[in-house]
Every structure is written in C-alpha cells, then in structure tokens.
T-cell receptor
C-alpha cells in the first residue's frame, strides 16, 4: 500500500533555529497538508497546498511557517525561528482529489523538540 | 467550523472485552476517518467511512451520516489495541477536523 514518508522521525533543535520538516507524499496525489499535535492534545490543521500554492491555512500558520514543493516529490514545512511552543508532532498528509473524498493518507510524523 | 465530539474520553477494559467508541459531528461531511494513534505517536488509518458499515477483523465501523454520528466497535480487545482513537471529518472540501480522541487502555 502506498505510503506518505516523513523525515526525520525526531528532530531536536535550539530555540531560534530554523527547521525544515520533509515529506514525500503519495506519487499520484495532488493535495498536500500539514497538521500538528502538541503532546496530549488533538491533531490540528496547519495548511493545505495544491497546484504549488497554499489553498487554506489556519491561524496557527503565521509568518514563521512556510511550505514548499521544491521538486516533483517532496513537500516541506519550514519554521523560520523556532519557539518552545513549536514542540509537537507534525504530520504530513496527502489526498488524491480535493476534499479528501477518498480519505487522507497520513505520514508517521516528525516529533519536533525545541530546547 | 464543524464540531467533532468523541466519547467516552477514556475507556479501560480487560483483555477480551468489547467496546464502542462514538463520534458526533455538527455538520454534513463527505469524509470521515477513524485513526488509531499508537504509543509511538503514529496515526494508523483504520477506516475511511463517510457512510455505511465496514469491517476489518476485530474492528468495525458504522456511520449514519443523516444523524451525524459514527461508531467504532472493537471486539475481543487485546493489549495492543491500547492507544488513542481519533475520528476526523471533512465537509465537501479541504481540511479535516479531528475530535479530542478516546484513550483506550486494555489491561491483561
């Protein structure tokens, strides 16, 4: 079964540093998403991306965050200057068509720890 | 936005028992998925079930879209079933909204 691959699985960074979280969505999917989950809390939507642009973003997704699809296979989330409260599990997801009528496929997540 | 409520918030079972988890949502949806989050934090997709009933081994799910709820059934529970179960819904397009989850603990 096709998978969404996320790297690294765990990243530790110092406050104020830039981090880039990487995702390889399923190859024929067209819609890409990032979610985050602060420890012990629910999964929250960050941003959706289609046709090389952001289609929707939450209020969490402020100027410190950016997304990019630098080539035909990768989808990245960049945090410019990390804060302690950015510590969370970050999930990438992809879907084949808009409005995930056939469901999202989620990656296994990147645990980001900001110290 | 759409509201998603899951119940119960916590559930403790003895191995071998059956359980039912519920997900209520406030608006019409085209997508509903059940996930199991394992102890390593990974989200494992259990069912894509915007309507109807599906079964996969000891797990089954039913969504009654007209009444805006979904149920996840776990039969003959095992310790490996422990973890958090999330329901996630999406309307016609765009993002999914997750519920707060049900934390299941299965004791040997």
């Amino acid at each position: 079964e096709p998978e969404v691959t996320q790297t690294p699985s765990h990243q530790v960074t110092q406050m104020g540093q830039e981090v880039i979280l990487r995702c390889v969505p399923i190859s024929n999917h067209l819609y890409f998403y990032w979610y985050r989950q602060i420890l012990g809390q629910k999964v929250e939507f960050l941003v959706s991306f289609y046709n090389n642009e952001i289609s929707e973003k939450s209020e969490i997704f402020d100027d410190q965050f950016s997304v990019e699809r630098p080539d035909g296979s990768n989808f990245t989330l960049k945090i410019r200057s990390t804060k302690l409260e950015d510590s969370a599990m970050y999930f990438c997801a992809s879907s084949a068509i808009k409005g995930p009528r056939y469901g999202y496929t989620f990656g296994s997540g990147t645990r980001l720890t900001v110290v | 936005g759409i509201q998603v409520e899951q119940s119960p918030p916590d559930l403790i079972l003895q191995e071998g028992a059956n359980s039912t988890l519920r997900c209520n949502f406030s608006d019409s949806v085209n997508n509903l998925q059940w996930f199991h989050q394992n102890p390593w934090g990974q989200l494992i997709n259990l069912f894509y079930i915007p309507s109807g009933t599906k079964q996969n081994g000891r797990l089954s799910a039913t969504t009654v879209a007209t009444e805006r709820y979904s149920l996840l059934y776990i039969s003959s529970s095992q310790t490996t079933d422990s973890g958090v179960y999330f329901c996630a819904v999406a309307p016609n397009a765009g993002k999914s909204t997750f519920g707060d989850g049900t934390t299941l603990t299965v004791k040997p």
